[in-house]
């Protein structure tokens, strides 16, 4: 079928939005009418080849849409549904059949290789086959799916602004209620307040954290920490030591901390902001750090852990997420921004200068 999609030709260029052929889905898989998409960092990095992902390609990885048409084999999932798209995962291998899909031994080939799952290419433009992204490539009108990525959700809520909880929001809430699972009472700095940032805190209000601390450049960005959960600010560019701040506030150093910057400066600060036996959780893409390992880590006790995709099983967490945005618990309608599918380029502009916190496509 034809289809309009947002392609990327080239290494570091704008999307342009072209007519593109989509083929039917097989029989494990889903077509998706697309109403909309989140616009994600990772995006970005793989247009501009940070992440070498085969161009040229259609990007987006946090699609949400209604199921058009199932494949023979896909089970729970019926025409009508509304669905969020997160992450591939294999289904086969030792981590997924463990109920680990976000370190599925096939990640990196499944969402940054360019193909879907049996291998082989869904998209092209003329002669010209385009590489698909997550498998999912969101950023188009349809979109076909492996059954593994489609997360059926409740159609009561907006199903416009949940395409995030695909990728981003589940990163941030995941990270905290999944991956760290802080004890009631305790006490949680996160570092960032982007989209996965905000999202933490949420999660570090609903575990029950005694002291959330919010750690930013951004005054507004602070103060909408504080209506999501957080119960300290700290702005990095008026404060003389950072580290020092978070001992004070907490007494001695947080029992947990996430880093979603990725500057290497702040990974420290993640760090040493710790107590003894304290957890760090990085969740940027981070380079090269030079880190002190007996001050930093052993000498304390300390542990420093990375986190992919919020440590989530989309299926079951997804769900529960909607639940506590339901409730009024998880309230993302308040980072979100919502851009015309033509002006994709705008919103990553936007997003680039940090003009808004998580911008969404409107697709339909």
């Known amino acids: 079928m034809l289809i309009k999609a947002a392609v990327t030709f080239n290494k570091g260029e704008e999307f342009v939005i072209e007519e593109v052929e989509l083929d039917s ?3 494990d898989e889903v077509l998706i ?11 970005a990095v793989a247009r501009d080849q940070l992440i070498p992902v085969p161009l040229p390609a259609v990007l987006g990885h946090e699609g949400a849409g209604i199921v ?21 995962s294999c289904g086969h291998c030792e981590n997924c059949l463990t109920g680990k899909p976000y ?3 096939e990640f990196n080939p499944l969402n940054f290789g360019g193909t879907m799952n049996d291998g082989t290419k869904r998209l092209k433009k003329g002669n010209q086959e385009l590489s698909t992204f997550f498998g999912q490539s969101s950023f188009a009108t349809y979109a076909v799916v492996n059954s593994r990525n489609a997360v059926v959700i409740d159609k009561e809520v907006d199903l416009s602004i949940m395409g995030p909880l695909g990728c981003g929001f589940q990163t941030g809430a995941g990270t905290v209620l999944n991956g760290l699972r802080p004890e009631f009472g305790s006490s949680i700095a996160v570092f960032g307040m ?11 209000k609903i575990a029950g954290c005694e002291k959330i601390i919010a750690i930013g450049g951004t005054p507004s960005k602070l103060k909408l920490a504080v209506e999501l959960g957080a119960t300290h600010t700290i702005n990095y560019r008026e404060v003389e030591d950072v580290v020092e701040e978070i ?14 910057t990725a500057v290497p400066k702040i990974v420290n600060q993640g760090l040493y902001g710790l107590r003894v036996l304290g957890t760090c959780a990085i969740v940027g893409a981070t380079g090269d750090v030079t880190l002190n ?3 930093a880590l052993m000498a304390e006790g300390k542990t420093m852990k990375g986190f992919i995709e919020g440590n989530s099983v989309p299926k079951l967490f997804i769900p529960k997420l909607v639940k506590y945005f339901k409730n009024g618990k998880f309230p993302i309608d308040k980072l979100v921004k919502k851009y015309d599918f033509e002006d994709i380029n705008q919103a990553f502009k ?5 003009k808004v916190i998580k911008p969404i496509l409107m697709i339909e």
């Open 350 to 354: 936007d997003s680039h200068e940090g």
């Open 293 to 295: 390992v007996q001050n």
């Open 194 to 204: 982007g989209s996965v940032g905000l999202t933490a805190i949420m999660g570090a």
């Open 25 to 27: 889905p097989k029989d």
């Open 68 to 88: 058009e048409k199932v494949g023979n084999n896909v089970k729970g999932i019926k025409a009508g549904d509304h669905v969020v798209l997160s992450f591939s």
């Open 247 to 260: 001992k004070k506030i907490t007494g001695g150093g947080a029992h947990y901390t996430v880093e979603t």
């Open 103 to 105: 370190v599925c031994e």
């Open 33 to 43: 009418k697309m109403v909309s998409s989140g616009v994600c960092h990772t995006d």
